[in-house]
Structure formats: structure tokens, C-alpha cells
């Protein structure tokens, strides 16, 4: 039922600029943490930024003052601004969402979108 959705991602130059998009759906009652990771090859999949639903957000300090995170709670879509790209950047970036649905707001859920690559060249 719950679906994260992700766009955005593709082959950008050195030093250009990518904005990834994460649309949630599917009888959701609230989102309490949404938030991008990325996970290159042989490497450990890591926390590039995180946003709560209060708006306090959190980065990796590999990106912090070139990424910037927001959210759209009427759209129910987070946003992944990538300024200055590096070769380093090249990933596959997920989208994910804790969050509790219609018929059990009790509880809270983790959801994870398919992944979208981000690829930089040199």
C-alpha cells in the first residue's frame, strides 16, 4: 500500500547539480522522519540527510553546506538539492520514511523507495 517514489537521478558533470524528489502515498496519517542515504559500491550504505516533521534536519558532513534537504507535507514529497557534485557523490540514493498509515496510527513504520543513481563524472 505505502510507496515512496523517486526521481531525479542521472549523469551530471563535475561541479553541476542534481534535485531528487521522494513522493509518499498510500493512506498515510503522518510522517514523522524523512531522509535520503546512499550506497556505492563495496561501501556501507550511509545517511546523506534526514528531515523531521518539525523541519530540524541533519547531514553527512561529506555534503553539509553543498546539499540542502526540505519537505512538502501537503504533497506528502521530500527534496534532495545536490549543488557542487563530485565524483565521490556517485551512489545509489534511497529515499526513506517512517511513518504511520490509516488502521494502525498506534505505530510507527519504516519504508524505503527503489533507489535511483546518481552518477558524476570526472
Known amino acids: 500500500q505505502v510507496q515512496l517514489v523517486e526521481s531525479g537521478g542521472g549523469l551530471v558533470q563535475l561541479g553541476g547539480s542534481l534535485r531528487l524528489s521522494c513522493a509518499a502515498s498510500?493512506?498515510?496519517?503522518?510522517?514523522?522522519?524523512m531522509g535520503w542515504y546512499r550506497q556505492a559500491p563495496g561501501k556501507e550504505r550511509e545517511l546523506v540527510a534526514a528531515?523531521?516533521?518539525?523541519?530540524?534536519?541533519n547531514y553527512a558532513d561529506s555534503v553539509k553546506g553543498r546539499f540542502t534537504i526540505s519537505r512538502d507535507d501537503a504533497k506528502k514529497t521530500a527534496y534532495l538539492q545536490m549543488n557542487s557534485l563530485k565524483p565521490d557523490d556517485t551512489a545509489v540514493y534511497y529515499c526513506?520514511?517512517?511513518?504511520?498509515?490509516?488502521?494502525?496510527?498506534?505505530?510507527?513504520?519504516?519504508?524505503w523507495g527503489q533507489g535511483t543513481q546518481v552518477t558524476v563524472s570526472s
Open positions: 528531515i523531521t516533521s518539525g523541519g530540524s534536519t
Open positions: 498510500g493512506g498515510i496519517v503522518s510522517i514523522n522522519v
Open positions: 526513506h520514511a517512517r511513518l504511520r498509515i490509516q488502521g494502525r496510527a498506534y505505530r510507527w513504520d519504516d519504508y
